[in-house]
């Protein structure tokens, strides 16, 4: 997709899309996006890419946030959780070939595959000329800034991950937020830069409303200098809030993925901002739904009006949000929930998948259960 001709006026427009996941869930080893797009690796160049041209169309920049490796290093086929979260090596072409501009990469996946797979993702996105942000810097307590101008308007980029890793237990390759100086750093690209753009992977997943600690830090960032929060991490789409003169996207939720079993993990949104040397101008968003092919495709018709609907009552927060306490409970109830659909989820798709990988993923989600690498809550996000 080629950008927007260069005009006298500097304003430009950037979208932004949620989590985008190359590989298979837990829950469907051998037919997730990563099995999919092996097996129409050869007639369709376009996955899992084909319905986006449409939803980039006229953008300068286009971020999303990369929730996987794209790398078969280190790879073992027999084992399903070699398979699990991670992408094929050519979707890196598909990525840059659906213009994709800035990928996130400081989230709780990128690392459970370890170093060396996480290293041929930043690589191979760097070659096809996507910057990469959310990269830890050699004193693992920042993120490497990654600067990008469009006509002539100089942008920062800054990702920070909230989530611990449960997966790796060594270095980490991104900036992990609890261990930055968020604030500093966001002042500190202010000083040299138009626009700060902060990707921030927070909170919990499958709740719908953030909580106070979102709230609080997001108010912080643009209170630092930040233009634009863009938050990852719970799978459902969240409100949008105007601060200051600034803008908190809570959460952009699912963008590619394979998790089929709830309608709002099947919701994208798809942010359009009209930026210029004087912040944000405005925003518009779309909606698009995840098909059963795990692509994302622009809604119309009653059931984009029905994402509208929904999406505009989140503007009116649940007594519950105004409580830890109570926050805590609604998230176990929703995991809890979300743990029984992806459950049955599983089972009515037991056909699709090798029988080898489904024993496999059984006795590992016994041994997650039993070590605690399943979903739970994450520790509230800080500025430090």
């Given at each position: 997709m080629?950008p927007?001709?260069?005009?006298n006026?500097?304003?430009f427009?950037?979208?932004?899309?949620?989590?985008?996941?190359?590989?298979d869930a837990?829950q469907?080893?051998?037919?997730?996006v990563?099995a999919?797009?092996?097996r129409v690796l050869?007639r369709?160049?376009r996955?899992?890419?084909?319905?986006?041209?449409?939803m980039f169309a006229g953008?300068?920049v286009v971020?999303?946030n990369?929730e996987?490796v794209?790398?078969?290093?280190?790879l073992?086929?027999s084992?399903?959780s070699s398979?699990?979260?991670?992408?094929h090596?050519a979707?890196?072409?598909?990525l840059?070939e659906a213009g994709?501009?800035?990928?996130?990469v400081?989230?709780?996946?990128?690392m459970?595959h370890?170093p060396?797979?996480f290293?041929?993702?930043?690589?191979a996105l760097r070659?096809r000329?996507?910057a990469?942000?959310?990269?830890a810097?050699?004193?693992d307590?920042?993120?490497i800034?990654q600067?990008?101008?469009v006509?002539?308007?100089?942008?920062?980029?800054?990702?920070?991950?909230?989530?611990?890793?449960k997966?790796w237990?060594?270095?980490l390759?991104?900036a992990?937020?609890?261990?930055?100086?968020?604030l500093e750093q966001?002042?500190?690209?202010?000083?040299s830069h138009?626009?700060?753009?902060?990707?921030?992977?927070?909170g919990?997943?499958?709740?719908?409303?953030?909580?106070?600690?979102?709230e609080?830090?997001?108010?912080?960032?643009?209170?630092?200098g930040a233009d634009v929060?863009l938050?990852?991490?719970?799978?459902?789409v969240?409100?949008i809030?105007?601060y200051?003169?600034?803008?908190?996207?809570?959460?952009?939720?699912?963008?590619?993925f394979?998790q089929?079993?709830?309608?709002?993990?099947?919701t994208a949104?798809v942010?359009r901002l009209?930026?210029?040397?004087?912040?944000v101008e405005?925003?518009d968003t779309?909606w698009a739904?995840i098909?059963?092919?795990y692509?994302?495709?622009l809604m119309a018709g009653?059931?984009?009006?029905?994402?509208?609907?929904?999406?505009?009552?989140?503007?009116?927060?649940?007594?519950?949000?105004?409580s830890?306490e109570?926050y805590?409970?609604q998230?176990?109830?929703?995991?809890a929930r979300n743990?029984?659909?992806?459950y049955?989820h599983?089972v009515?798709?037991?056909g699709?998948r090798?029988?080898t990988y489904?024993?496999?993923?059984?006795?590992?989600?016994a041994?997650?259960?039993a070590a605690?690498v399943?979903?739970?809550?994450?520790?509230a996000?800080?500025?430090r």
């Amino acid at each position: 997709m080629r950008p927007p001709e260069p005009s006298n006026d500097s304003s430009f427009e950037l979208v932004a899309v949620g989590d985008i996941s190359l590989g298979d869930a837990a829950q469907g080893v051998g037919a997730g996006v990563h099995a999919t797009f092996e097996r129409v690796l050869g007639r369709n160049t376009r996955y899992p890419f084909e319905h986006t041209p449409e939803m980039f169309a006229g953008a300068s920049v286009v971020f999303g946030n990369l929730e996987t490796v794209i790398s078969h290093t280190g790879l073992v086929r027999s084992r399903a959780s070699s398979l699990e979260m991670r992408g094929h090596p050519a979707a890196a072409d598909r990525l840059a070939e659906a213009g994709f501009t800035v990928l996130n990469v400081a989230n709780n996946h990128m690392m459970q595959h370890g170093p060396a797979a996480f290293a041929d993702t930043v690589g191979a996105l760097r070659r096809r000329s996507i910057a990469v942000v959310g990269e830890a810097d050699t004193s693992d307590r920042a993120c490497i800034p990654q600067s990008v101008t469009v006509n002539g308007v100089t942008i920062c980029f800054l990702g920070f991950a909230f989530e611990p890793d449960k997966y790796w237990h060594g270095r980490l390759g991104y900036a992990f937020g609890p261990a930055c100086d968020m604030l500093e750093q966001v002042r500190r690209a202010k000083q040299s830069h138009d626009l700060v753009i902060c990707s921030v992977h927070w909170g919990v997943e499958f709740v719908r409303h953030p909580g106070a600690a979102e709230e609080r830090l997001g108010r912080q960032l643009i209170d630092a200098g930040a233009d634009v929060v863009l938050g990852h991490h719970p799978h459902v789409v969240r409100r949008i809030d105007r601060y200051a003169r600034g803008i908190i996207v809570y959460s952009l939720g699912n963008f590619v993925f394979d998790q089929l079993w709830d309608r709002w993990l099947r919701t994208a949104l798809v942010l359009r901002l009209r930026l210029s040397r004087r912040g944000v101008e405005g925003f518009d968003t779309n909606w698009a739904w995840i098909g059963d092919d795990y692509q994302p495709r622009l809604m119309a018709g009653q059931e984009r009006r029905d994402a509208i609907e929904a999406f505009a009552a989140l503007d009116e927060r649940p007594e519950w949000t105004s409580s830890d306490e109570a926050y805590a409970q609604q998230y176990e109830q929703l995991v809890a929930r979300n743990r029984y659909e992806s459950y049955r989820h599983f089972v009515r798709n037991l056909g699709r998948r090798p029988v080898t990988y489904t024993v496999q993923t059984l006795l590992q989600t016994a041994r997650r259960k039993a070590a605690g690498v399943l979903p739970s809550r994450s520790a509230a996000p800080s500025s430090r």
